[in-house]
């Protein structure tokens, strides 16, 4: 098919016409690149989605990624794991209404991802089951209106009803219960069936579109009937190729398809009929479409057109076989954006697979060699830098000052030459030191510049002293060396130069203090070759408290009141008044300076001693850059000074240039980027080279606003050019996530409730979290707090984890707020509930248990005891009773028998002398022996004293 025999068919909104000649390159887009060095899995990109929360999800050929700004998380087919990703080569990727991840592979069917466990579930081709897909190479997903899910496979397509329970996660019965439907697809003309499906996509009025290998369909849902487009050779309405990439729907119902080596094709409905419905007119639908012209550079880039996005309304985003596209519809015009090797912020690779625009406007572009993003609404910075191969380009990367001429041209002195800047056409031409010539600049090494009421150029040199020459459009630039001596300027060593309002030129040098050139002596050099002027000096007297400080100067700025205002070097300020300022002879007039110094003692005095920059606002205030000490701003009334430094948000103490803009904003270059700051809230935003900033650090001097509102910030690294209304802040507010939970240094998954339960013995945590702003995510800020442990938030920055150690057992909150790049904040945030659980010797449960135990044990002890002593007392009881008996016993006997020597001592009589009874036979006996007769009473023999006296006197 030759695109020549084609071109009456490009449709009437896409003419290929352009104005320019050459191949169009917008060289305001700097792409950001994410590769495999960055951690993306694979540098192939075939698959894009954002879910839910705000995570990105990337299908390559080697894995799935899940990016949330800052860190991919891969998942990966794992051998032996049946509940890993099927296969690496991932094809699709979609997230329907539930949430739930669907990923389709090229050689492992569909997987559904549950979140909450990172498990996959797997739907596969089963030859021998009609409720399977039909084939494990899926193509494409889609999700319809009805919220059933579509599979394109090499083999056909397949519709996939869900249960009813449509936000249940996925499990075992789930899955069991989705009912597969296999769509047959065939064509017209020849009825053989068309299994390659590529593209799918449900349009406004409910039709599903079907890219395939052999044309497009349109199929009806409710009847599954369907209609077929193919090309046809010869045929001006027809699709220009069968092999369909991609289908996309415009905001105005507009249906492009991307056709491989068919070029951007547009749906043409006709007219309404009465009597016809939508479903009749698209069978009478025609194609009109734009191919690439070899012949015509600003042509569409590539006949293979893989996809379309449309952002902002209006505006196509193509991507092709041969970069990124970028059409106005409106315009007719087509931008292009290719990989450029000498260019690090251009397109990374120029296959475009995928394109993709997030939630904050951030745009994805998908290609073989990584990610590519960029804002459509991106910071406006315009850079310009030094390349050697490139004349058109700055002569040196390292800019010292800058100012403008009465046409809107910008000079810009740098380490080695003058440099003229139209902005207008972006031309660039150089003004170099020439031994061979004396009208030529004096050296290239230039440290500040000046173009005065009457256009004459003052060049400021370090080490050569001052140059000047006079503008003149056409005309070639003639530069005059100044008289250097002490009877001229003084030194060789120009640090800054200033008209007054009354058109005196002030010239501060390195080591010859300050120097005047009148208005009258400075006109007189219009046209002149003079390098001799008279020149009032200002030189330090260290017997003159009042006079200049000590020669260095390195700002000069005049208030509203005509006072002019002196940085230094190392002694503060130096301030004039208007009265003074205007004396032309200082041995007449004496002068006094005025000055302000920090004072250690004084917190309210000036923050610093070296003054790079000064600025008077709309309000009459006084701004102060100073080299350490921050921001100044002086306060007339109080005679105090205000201090803002890293603290407060600016980005670095160290502050070369000052700008105000329409708005009362101000602009501050330092070492570390460029900033906005709003003095009435105390608001800053920072802007770093990921903005497209020429470096972090600018220099001194090197700061001018132009006539039309635009400023100039030059530094390390070349310049920036902008306006301050183009710079749009990013006003997203990004939503916070727990990206990760780790217990004793080990992965844990956070489930949907987020609470986390551990033991006493999981008191080492880490939790990590991300803003999901993906513009400059490292310019994300955090900050976090775990109650009831931390009152206070804990200011992070752009640190995404916290860790706790040694925590107690108890009941925790964590809570956590982030903001995106410019400092939108979400101020509600995410949280995670975490309980440890105490061991269990110190629970509730356990100590109750404990007294109980306690209590039962005492009782039982008590219980025990009570009973050991009362079988003790029943013991004792029974000896007693035993001992009692047995003493009742005796005594009863003794009783019995006493009561028997009570009966004999009455009826028998005694012997008084021996005490022998006479018993009742009369017979006379001794009583013991008697006794033993008549009782059980024994009785032992022996004497008693007495008697045993008696006989032993006998003996």
Not at 701 to 723: C, V
Not at 799 to 806: C, D, E, L, P
């Amino acid at each position: 098919m030759k695109a020549g025999s084609l071109s009456d068919l490009l449709f009437r909104l896409l003419l290929l016409v352009c104005t320019q000649a050459g191949f169009a390159v917008d060289t305001e887009i700097q792409f950001q690149h994410y590769t495999v060095a960055e951690g993306l899995s694979q540098n192939s990109i075939q698959a894009v989605s954002q879910d839910s929360t705000g995570y990105l999800w990337f299908g390559t050929v080697s894995g799935l990624d899940r990016f949330d700004g800052n860190t991919f998380k891969t998942y990966r087919n794992v051998v032996f794991d049946s509940t890993s990703l099927s296969h690496d080569d991932i094809s699709s990727v979609i997230h329907d209404h539930a949430g739930r991840c669907w990923v389709g592979s090229n050689y492992g069917g569909l997987n559904l991802l549950d979140p909450e466990t990172d498990r996959f579930f797997h739907f596969r081709h089963e030859p021998d089951n009609s409720n399977s897909i039909c084939s494990d190479s899926v193509t494409a997903l889609f999700e319809d209106s009805g919220h059933s899910i579509w599979v394109g496979t090499v083999s056909g397509l397949d519709r996939l009803d869900l249960p009813e329970e449509s936000d249940r996660r996925p499990a075992g019965d789930w899955i069991a219960r989705v009912r597969v439907t296999h769509i047959p697809l065939a064509s017209d003309s020849t009825g053989l069936p068309v299994p390659y499906i590529t593209a799918l996509h449900e349009d406004t009025r409910g039709f599903l579109w079907i890219g395939t290998e052999g044309g497009l369909f349109v199929v009806n849902p409710d009847s599954l009937k369907f209609i077929h487009y193919r090309w046809k050779q010869g045929s001006r309405d027809c699709i220009a190729w069968d092999y369909i990439r991609c289908i996309y729907e415009d905001r105005t119902g507009q249906l492009w398809i991307g056709i491989e080596y068919g070029g951007l094709n547009r749906l043409i409905m006709p007219g309404k009929v009465a009597g016809q419905n939508d479903w009749q007119r698209l069978k009478r639908a025609k194609f009109e479409y734009v191919l690439h012209d070899p012949n015509n550079q600003n042509s569409l880039a590539s006949d293979v057109v893989n996809a379309v996005l449309e952002r902002p309304a209006g505006i196509l985003w193509i991507g092709t076989d041969n970069g990124l596209d970028r059409l106005n519809v409106a315009e007719k015009e087509f931008v292009h954006f290719q990989h450029h090797p000498d260019k690090p912020s251009s397109l990374s690779n120029n296959i475009v697979s995928a394109i993709v625009c997030d939630w904050s406007g951030l745009m994805w572009i998908c290609t073989d060699g990584g990610l590519n993003t960029f804002h459509d609404k991106q910071h406006q910075f315009s850079r310009f830098q030094s390349y050697t191969d490139d004349p058109k380009t700055l002569s040196h990367h390292n800019v010292w000052c800058m100012a403008e001429d009465s046409s809107g041209d910008i000079w810009i002195g740098t380490t080695s030459g003058l440099n003229r800047f139209t902005p207008g056409s972006g031309e660039m031409i150089h003004y170099m030191y020439d031994r061979g010539n004396p009208s030529s600049l004096g050296d290239n090494a230039i440290l500040s510049m000046l173009v005065d009421r009457d256009q004459m150029l003052w060049v400021g040199l370090n080490g050569y002293g001052l140059d000047r020459a006079v503008i003149k459009p056409g005309m070639p630039m003639r530069f005059i060396h100044m008289d250097c001596t002490e009877n001229g300027v003084g030194s060789d060593f120009i640090l800054t130069l200033f008209e007054d309002r009354d058109g005196a030129l002030w010239i501060g040098t390195w080591d010859k203090g300050l120097r005047k050139i009148l208005p009258g002596n400075r006109k007189k050099l219009a046209g002149s070759t003079e390098t001799r002027i008279p020149m009032i000096r200002f030189c330090h007297d260290p017997d003159n408290p009042n006079s200049i400080s000590p020669n260095r100067i390195y700002t000069i700025c005049q208030d509203h009141t005509g006072a002019l205002w002196i940085g230094s070097d190392g002694d503060g300020i130096n301030v004039l008044s208007a009265e003074h300022v205007r004396v032309q002879d200082p041995d007449r007039e004496p002068v006094q300076f005025a000055h302000f110094r920090t004072d250690p003692r004084d917190p309210n005095s000036l923050s610093h001693n070296i003054v790079m920059c000064i600025l008077e606002d709309r309000n009459h205030d006084m701004w102060f850059g100073t080299f350490g000490g921050g921001l100044n701003r002086y306060n007339r009334k109080e005679n105090r000074f205000d201090h803002f430094s890293i603290e407060d948000g600016l980005p670095d103490d160290v502050v070369y240039g000052i700008l105000e803009d329409g708005e009362g904003f101000l602009w501050i270059s330092t070492n570390k980027g460029l900033s906005k700051f709003e003095p009435q809230t105390v608001d800053f935003h920072n802007f770093t080279p990921s903005d497209g900033l020429q470096n972090y650090e600018f220099n001194s001097g090197a700061y001018l606003e132009t006539r039309d509102g635009h400023m100039a910030f030059g530094g390390i690294d070349g310049f920036n050019y902008f306006h301050p209304a183009d710079i749009a802040l990013n006003n997203y507010v990004p939503p916070v996530v727990i990206s990760g939970f780790l217990v004793n240094n080990r992965p844990r998954a956070v489930t949907a409730a987020k609470e986390i339960v551990l033991s006493h013995e999981e008191n080492y945590i880490t939790v990590e979290f991300a803003a999901l702003n993906m513009v400059y995510p490292e310019k994300n800020r955090y900050r976090y707090q775990l109650l009831p442990l931390e009152k206070d938030w804990i200011e992070s920055g752009n640190q995404r984890k916290a860790i706790y150690t040694h925590l107690a057992p108890g009941h925790y909150e964590f809570r956590v707020q982030g903001s995106n790049n410019d400092g939108v904040w979400n101020r509600k945030g995410t949280g995670l509930a975490i309980w440890i659980k105490p061991p269990y010797w110190k629970t509730s449960w356990f100590r109750i248990l404990m007294v109980v135990i306690m209590l039962l044990s005492a009782y039982i002890i008590l219980h025990f005891r009570t009973l050991s002593m009362h079988r003790q007392n029943q013991k004792l009881e029974h000896r007693v009773m035993e001992r009692t008996e047995a003493l009742a016993q005796a005594n009863e006997e003794l009783q019995t028998a006493l009561e028997s020597v009570k009966r004999l001592e009455g009826l028998l009589p005694i012997c008084a002398s021996c005490k022998k009874i006479r018993d009742e036979n009369g017979n006379w006996q001794q009583v013991d022996v008697y006794v033993r007769d008549h009782s059980d009473v024994e009785f032992s023999h022996g004497l008693c004293p007495d008697c045993y006296k008696e006989y032993e006197a006998q003996i």
